[in-house]
């Protein structure tokens, strides 16, 4: 090769071998990239891993009842979720936050508050959420008509419209409903003690409540003090107890045996019995034919036979196969028991509603009394079998039906117990059930904890007959939105009104920031009738919990942005290394032609010399 085809070759050589190293340096440079971008995302997963949220619990406090996010409808609109009363968003200096529907109809309000409201101005509100549709027209003329006075100061100092004044109750406002008729009939007043009863609700009122209390059986003191928290039943001809039976209220035992539908659900009650004839299959031998009586007379249609008025129990009476019960007996208790808590439910729920709805009490009914033929053994007692810690005793609660221990102390018997309020609980399940479909996802299995009940469902709402409600004209939803939006509009008059980017007010990531950053606040009505602004934590019914979707989704982009950072990091240590290769060939190729240019040089010279 000729000097200066040498020198050409050298320089070609020398500039491909640079190239190759500014090339290895950006891919150098490109891994060190990688790397921060590797950090930034690990910083932003492990950042992600204290994401909240802020979500509203219905029917409970803080970690208790249903929870849903916390957004601008779930407290400014009326649902069940807020109980119908609103919960105002408002900005820093107090006044309420609308969106573009409530803003429309509130555009007639003075923004900066301070003005009475009235009825007149209340009106023109509510024709403007008409027009926006978010009330129907129908609803709309209710809440406007005098004669309904569906117009109050609530919300500034007046009192909350009674919300069990309408026809469609969740399980929390139905026994509200069941205590006030209960205190009515009592005194025919309201709950709240200020209104009497009209001529046509006290003889209603007065009948229902008749129909939501309870007496079982009868207590008998026996000579031994000890002895005298025993309810007997029966007793042989001497007067002497054969069997030691007794009530049982959230665990301990009462001589009080009187209870109403309420007490039903908000306590525990049970009945248990104690005797020789107390073994694992004593219902089914003792009170067979009773039971098969019950369903004899329920399968010929107990509602229709009731006539809508009449007593089950004398209708299962009447129509007696066999032999019944012995008045004052056990068995006759228990009929009564059953017998009334359909008849409990057949005029709390039944309001001249379709046959469907009555069929469905039937179902209830009948299934009910099948849980009467149901007994879970559940294996000897070491205990003595009256005693507070009797297995049976101590479990009946955790069972649909009855359960049943046996006493292995010498001169003890067996325990048969049975709960009540899982009584009553499983036919209201059943009776959802029926009108439902087995696809409700309500159900009634052996044990509490298998089982479905729709009274822990507090979005069930009950179709209830009201008493209180036959001198008014307005439907439930009439009035449950009248409550609401009196609340809001009177408000907004005194308090003014303020509306932000509408993206943002329903937008719950900015919701969440605002309120958490004092941004926003949150407005709650307070047992005097006033609403006031206060952290957002503070009425118990807002928590601050882990946003685990957020969490899930931050862990998701945490690994794709890992993979393709790995990727693109290890198609760059392929890259450095085929640049590697090519560098140290030409290296090694810049040395041969240098040293071969060196020696043309010296042999130049040479021939000179």
Not at 265 to 289: C, R, V, Y
Not at 299 to 312: K, N, R, T
Request: proline letters at 2%; aromatic letters at 10%; a negative charge.
């Amino acid at each position: 090769m000729g000097l200066a085809a040498s020198q050409t070759r050298f320089l070609a050589i020398t500039a491909r071998k640079a190239s190759c190293e500014f090339k290895s340096m950006q891919i150098t440079q490109e891994k060190l990239s990688i790397t921060g971008d590797l950090q930034r995302a690990t910083e932003k997963y492990s950042n992600s891993m204290n994401a909240s949220k802020l979500v509203w619990t219905m029917g409970g406090t803080g970690t208790d009842g249903i929870k849903t996010d916390l957004t601008y409808n779930t407290i400014m609109k009326p649902s069940p979720l807020n109980d119908y009363t609103p919960v105002l968003v408002t900005n820093q200096v107090g006044k309420v936050v609308l969106d573009s529907t409530l803003a429309y109809a509130a555009c007639g309000v003075p923004k900066d508050g301070g003005t009475p409201p009235n009825a007149d101005a209340r009106n023109i509100f509510l024709r403007g959420l008409m027009e926006k549709g978010v009330i129907t027209r129908n609803v709309f003329n209710q809440i406007t008509d005098p004669k309904n006075k569906l117009y109050s100061n609530v919300g500034i100092g007046g009192q909350p419209l009674d919300k069990t004044a309408s026809f469609t109750m969740n399980i929390n406002n139905m026994l509200t409903y069941t205590d006030k008729v209960i205190k009515s009939s009592k005194d025919h007043k309201t709950a709240d003690g200020q209104e009497a009863l009209t001529d046509t609700q006290r003889p209603l009122v007065d009948a229902l409540a008749e129909k939501l209390q309870f007496a079982f059986g009868y207590y008998k003191a026996t000579p031994s003090a000890s002895t005298l928290t025993q309810m007997d039943f029966k007793s042989d001809g001497d007067g002497n107890p054969q069997n030691s039976n007794f009530f049982i209220v959230n665990g301990s035992r009462t001589t009080n045996t009187n209870f109403t539908l309420s007490d039903l659900f908000k306590e525990d009650i049970a009945l248990a019995l104690t005797g020789p004839d107390n073994d694992s299959n004593w219902w089914s031998s003792a009170f067979g034919g009773f039971v098969e009586g019950l369903v004899q007379v329920a399968s010929l249609g107990i509602y229709a036979m009731c006539g809508g008025s009449g007593s089950v129990y004398d209708a299962i009476h009447n129509n007696w196969s066999g032999t019944a019960p012995e008045a004052g007996t056990i068995s006759d208790e228990i009929l009564k028991f059953v017998a009334n808590l359909y008849d409990a439910f057949k005029n709390l729920l039944e309001e001249d509603q379709a046959t469907i709805d009555s069929q469905a009490l039937d179902y209830a009914f009948k299934a009910t009394v099948q849980l009467l033929n149901q007994t879970t053994d559940l294996g000897s007692d070491d205990g003595y079998s009256s005693g507070p810690y009797n297995k049976a005793v101590t479990n009946t609660n955790n069972y649909n039906g009855w359960v049943y221990s046996a006493a292995t102390k010498s001169g003890h018997c067996g325990t048969q117990a049975i709960s009540l309020s899982n009584l009553a609980e499983s036919f209201l399940t059943y009776y959802a059930q029926a009108l439902g479909g087995y696809d409700s996802g309500y159900g009634i299995k052996t044990k509490a904890a298998d089982s479905n009940y729709v009274t822990d469902d507090l979005n069930y709402l009950y179709i209830v007959e009201n008493v209180y409600n036959k001198d008014l004209y307005a439907t439930e939803e009439a009035v449950m939105t009248a409550d609401f939006y009196n609340a809001l509009f009177n408000n907004i008059c005194l308090k003014g009104w303020t509306t932000i980017d509408e993206a943002d007010v329903h937008d719950k990531d900015y919701l969440d920031h605002a309120l958490k950053n004092a941004q926003l606040f949150l407005a709650y009505i307070h047992d005097d009738g006033n609403y006031y602004q206060n952290e957002y934590t503070r009425n118990g019914f807002v928590s601050e919990i882990t946003d685990e979707d957020a969490i899930a989704r931050a862990e998701a982009e945490y690994n794709k942005a890992k993979i393709k950072l790995n990727y693109k990091e290890e198609r760059l240590d392929i890259d450095l290394k085929n640049v590697d290769m090519e560098i140290s060939s030409l290296t090694a190729e810049y040395d041969s032609v240098k040293g071969l240019i060196g020696k043309n040089v010296e042999k130049t010279f040479s021939m000179f010399q």
